[in-house]
T-cell receptor, first 116, second 116 residues
Framework: EPEVTQTPSHQVTQMGQEVILRCVPI?????FYWYRQILGQKVEFLVS????????KSEIFDDQFSVERPDGSNFTLKIRSTKLEDSAMYFC??????????????FGSGTRLTVV | AQKVTQAQTEISVVEKEDVTLDCVYE???????LFWYKQPPSGELVFLIR??????QNEISGRYSWNFQKSTSSFNFTITASQVVDSAVYFC?????????????FGKGTKLTVNP
């Protein structure tokens, strides 16, 4: 079964450093998303991406964050100058079409980011 | 407001008991979609079901069943004869549309512990 692949599974970084979280969506999917889950809390929407541009972004997604689809297969989330409160699990998701695919949005297994 | 409320923070049951996880939603959309996801201790998000607003039929899949009631804006999830492997956090989510884009709004989740 096709999967959304996220790397790395766990990243530890020092406060103030830049990190890039990588995702490989399912190959025929067109819509891409990043979500964040602070430990023990709910999953929160960060950003959606379609046709090489951001469709929507949340209040969380400020100038510190950026997304890119650099090569037609990867979908990256960059966090500049990380802060302690950026520590969370970051999930990538993709869908083939809209609205609301029958088999749900396919989520990756997540990258746990720890900022120290 | 468009939101999902899962009032039960944690539930603990003994194996073979039935358990119902509650989900109440608010939306201004006339057509909408609801989802349930399972998050086991390993952390990934596993899709369980999608329900659209114009299909009020209840759904059963093995030991899982879902009760969708538009009149009370609820989409409850029942696990029959629970098993230890059902222990996880369960999230209810609502697809929200805005200006041509869409995203999932999650509830805070219910942590289910099934004890042997």
């Amino acid at each position: 079964e096709p999967e959304v692949t996220q790397t790395p599974s766990h990243q530890v970084t020092q406060m103030g450093q830049e990190v890039i979280l990588r995702c490989v969506p399912i190959s025929n999917h067109l819509y891409f998303y990043w979500y964040r889950q602070i430990l023990g809390q709910k999953v929160e929407f960060l950003v959606s991406f379609y046709n090489n541009e951001i469709s929507e972004k949340s209040e969380i997604f400020d100038d510190q964050f950026s997304v890119e689809r650099p090569d037609g297969s990867n979908f990256t989330l960059k966090i500049r100058s990380t802060k302690l409160e950026d520590s969370a699990m970051y999930f990538c998701a993709s869908s083939e079409n809209r609205p609301a695919p029958i088999d749900g949005y396919t989520f990756g297994s997540g990258t746990r980011l720890t900022v120290v | 407001a468009q939101k999902v409320t899962q009032a039960q923070t944690e539930i603990s049951v003994v194996e073979k008991e039935d358990v119902t996880l509650d989900c109440v939603y608010e939306t201004r959309d006339t057509t909408y979609y609801l989802f349930w996801y399972k998050q086991p201790p390993s952390g990934e998000l596993v899709f369980l079901i999608r329900r659209n607003s114009f299909d009020e039929q209840n759904e059963i899949s093995g030991r899982y069943s879902w009760n969708f009631q538009k009149s009370t804006s609820s989409f409850n999830f029942t696990i029959t004869a629970s098993q230890v492997v059902d222990s996880a956090v369960y999230f209810c989510a609502l697809r929200v549309t805005q200006g041509g884009s869409e995203k999932l709004v999650f509830g805070k989740g219910t942590k289910l512990t099934v004890n042997p």
